[in-house]
């Protein structure tokens, strides 16, 4: 066989002598050079792998796509088995919201308004909602489509109770409160009221001097109209010595007893200024030196109460000598020497134009409702009439003209009237009879048509042997007393615009038993009840009719 090497030509053995060559060369350099030390580290040789982000988006939405599909699918199937859920808005009267309204479905779900009158109703349209509400009538609602913005508004009709308050004649009591459950209002003209939101049940009416009545309303539209009468009065005035004294208080009430009186007037406070029995929680009576007790109020008011009897007490109100002596502030004052005015009997009188004045025979007749009394009677209450006038000074001197005196008597009788009233009690008031007869305030500050409207019952001193020769065209006015009596009454009622009843003071003096029989007759025949005044408390029983009572 022929050798590879003979083959080769010059040229190739010779190329390939000269790469052996350098391959010894080579190997001979390679000690010469620097040895490289070797890297030593601690820390793992990590290895960079490289990043598919294709495959990791695929997979994040492959997730996103699995978890919107189970979520998808609740929404589905609560969407497919509940029932549609509509916002509803119940409003009142007026448009107000009505929040506690319920409303019922169809299938018989309750939902229950919130504050806004606001609820959401599992409902279906079309379909049926009924609503009920306090004080409402129920209503049912059909529903055939909702509104494209907002809830869906439900107007009910408010249960209204209208009705009128008389008396057993007819007439309109004005200023009566009518109370259903929790709601109470006030009658205005004509005895007329209304109340929005009722709820049937029981009418309560009541009135300060009046008797309280009351009838049922079943919530219909029908008017309702409420009779009640006011508490006739058939009293006697229990003068000073006789509450004081056991036997003859006694005998006023053996009197009573036998008789058709249901009433007494007793005195808390009289002419002279005295406060006659010992007041609670009121020291004032005390400090001024006024308070000289002559009767056991709470002794007479307990036995009072055992004979079935009202009992009413009497203020005398602006004259008052203690008063006006011991409180200067409060007195009225001459232009003289400054000294307090008196009148021509020298008693002095404290100011009605000041109103600080005013809170003394108010917290008297607190005090006495408090301690038991039925009303508080104020007497003199008014400007003076007797005595120097063109002397008298006042605190507010332009209150002196007519409207400006009717006004501060107004203004002092509204103001005791709610206070007092407050506390469980009616207020009336004397005044002079000759007022129900004219028009004007004859100087003192009172008329007939503004004391209806200030107090609960007026009571005029109808003496006609008060009044001068040629009245009513008598030349002794005292020996007609039915005639008299019954003009004054005529004239007076028809000005009574303000509700307070009319019941007169009758004189129990200067008459024989037929006169006063008459007198009493003449307040019998016009429905009033009537009160009877003797200075020293001495009455007969032959003096009443018979056929007066209830």
């Excluded at 020497?337 to 108010?362: A, K």
């Excluded at 509204?414 to 004397?430: F, K, L, M, Q």
Aim: aromatic content about 10%; some cysteine; proline content about 5%.
């Amino acid at each position: 066989m022929r050798n590879p090497y003979d083959a080769m030509s010059v040229f190739d053995r010779r190329g390939r002598r000269a790469m052996k060559q350098v391959a010894r060369l080579r190997r001979h350099q390679e000690p010469l050079q620097s040895p490289r030390k070797p890297v030593v580290t601690t820390k793992p040789h990590k290895f960079k792998r490289k990043r598919h982000w294709g495959r990791l988006i695929l997979r994040v939405l492959t997730v996103a796509a699995v978890l919107g599909g189970l979520v998808g699918g609740f929404v589905l199937f609560r969407a497919l088995t509940a029932a549609d859920t509509v916002r509803v808005q119940v409003l009142g009267a007026e448009g107000k919201p009505l929040s506690g309204a319920v409303i019922t479905t169809e299938s018989g779900r309750e939902t229950q308004t919130i504050e806004g009158g606001i609820a959401d109703v599992p409902f279906e349209v079309p379909g049926e909602l009924t609503v009920t509400a306090l004080g409402y009538r129920s209503a049912i609602y059909t529903v055939e489509q909702l509104p494209l913005q907002g809830p869906l508004g439900l107007q009910m009709e408010p249960l209204v109770l209208q009705g009128r308050v008389t008396d057993s004649n007819g007439i309109g009591v004005v200023g009566a409160t009518v109370t259903i459950n929790d709601r109470t209002i006030t009658t205005g003209d004509f005895g007329s009221f209304e109340i929005v939101e009722a709820m049937p049940g029981t009418v309560y009416v009541e009135k300060a001097a009046w008797v309280s009545s009351s009838a049922e309303w079943v919530g219909d539209r029908r008017r309702l109209d409420v009779k009640m009468d006011p508490f006739i009065v058939r009293g006697l005035r229990v003068d000073a010595r006789t509450a004081g004294d056991d036997e003859r208080f006694a005998q006023i009430l053996e009197f009573a007893d036998a008789s058709t009186v249901n009433a007494l007037v007793f005195d808390t406070k009289i002419e002279l200024g005295n406060v006659l029995y010992e007041v609670e929680g009121y020291d004032e009576p005390r400090a001024i030196g006024a308070q000289q007790p002559v009767y056991d109020a709470r002794e007479r008011l307990a036995q009072a109460k055992e004979h079935g009897l009202y009992t009413i007490t009497r203020i005398v109100t602006f004259q008052d000598p203690y008063a006006s002596l011991n409180r200067n502030d409060w007195a009225m004052h001459n232009s003289v020497d400054g000294d307090t005015w008196v009148t021509w009997s020298g008693l002095g009188w404290m100011d009605p134009t000041d109103r600080g004045s005013w809170e003394y025979p108010i917290r008297l007749g607190i005090a006495a409702c408090q301690m038991g009394f039925d009303e508080i009677q104020f007497d003199y209450v008014r400007f003076p009439s007797d005595g120097d006038l063109d002397i008298a000074v006042y605190d507010d001197p332009a209150a002196l003209t007519p409207e400006g005196r009717v006004e501060i008597i107004d203004e002092f009788l509204s103001t005791a009237r709610e206070r007092i009233n407050a506390e469980g009690c009616p207020v009336s008031a004397d005044f002079f009879a000759i007022i129900l007869s004219v028009r004007d305030e004859q100087g003192i500050g009172q008329k007939v048509e503004e004391l209806s409207y200030t107090v609960d019952a007026v009571s005029p001193m109808v003496y006609p042997s008060h009044y001068g020769r040629g009245w009513l065209n008598f030349d002794n006015p005292n020996d007609h007393p039915g005639e008299v009596i019954g003009e004054a009454l005529d004239s007076g009622m028809i000005r009574m615009e303000g509700g307070a009843l009319l019941r007169p003071w009758i004189q129990g003096f200067a008459w024989d038993a037929a006169q006063v029989r008459e007198a009493i007759d003449a307040a019998e025949q016009r429905n009033m009840g009537w009160l009877l005044w003797s200075q020293l408390s001495y009455y007969e029983l032959e003096w009443l009719p018979p056929e007066t009572g209830e």
